[in-house]
Nanobody
Framework: QVQLVESGGGLVQAGGSLRLSCAAS????????MGWHRQAPGQQRDLVAT???????NYADSVKGRFIISRDNAKNTVYLQMNSLKPEDTAVYYC??????????WGKGTLVTVSS
């Protein structure tokens, strides 16, 4: 069983930056693809970024060039550095741990609010 706890959300002005963290416990972290998704009010949950066990990254077009996903396997933590934030980035951000001989796991989310 993997537990994921997100942190780092908050209120920021447009153009500002935040760094989200997702700390994992239980299970095997280093072999999993990790990801960040987000869900704005009344919207579906969408992929933001993923990072494989080997460090390959993938980003949604809407955040390319502004967000950076990274991981520290020694700390069982994945990060999302968010720069040049826009009001449309306002959402609850969720951490996802991909399958590794088991199932996916989701965190409970952290709220990011970007004011204009």
């Amino acid at each position: 069983q993997v537990q994921l706890v997100e942190s780092g959300g908050g209120l920021v002005q447009a153009g500002g930056s935040l760094r989200l963290s997702c700390a994992a416990s239980g299970g095997i972290f280093s072999m999993r693809t990790m990801g960040w998704h987000r869900q704005a009010p009344g919207q579906q949950r969408d992929l933001v970024a993923t990072i494989t066990s080997g460090g390959s990254t993938n980003y949604a077009d809407s955040v390319k060039g502004r967000f950076i996903i990274s991981r520290d396997n020694a700390k069982n933590t994945v990060y999302l550095q968010m720069n040049s934030l826009k009001p449309e980035d306002t959402a609850v951000y969720y951490c996802l741990a991909g399958r590794y001989y088991d199932r996916e796991y989701w965190g409970k989310g952290t709220l990011v609010t970007v004011s204009s």
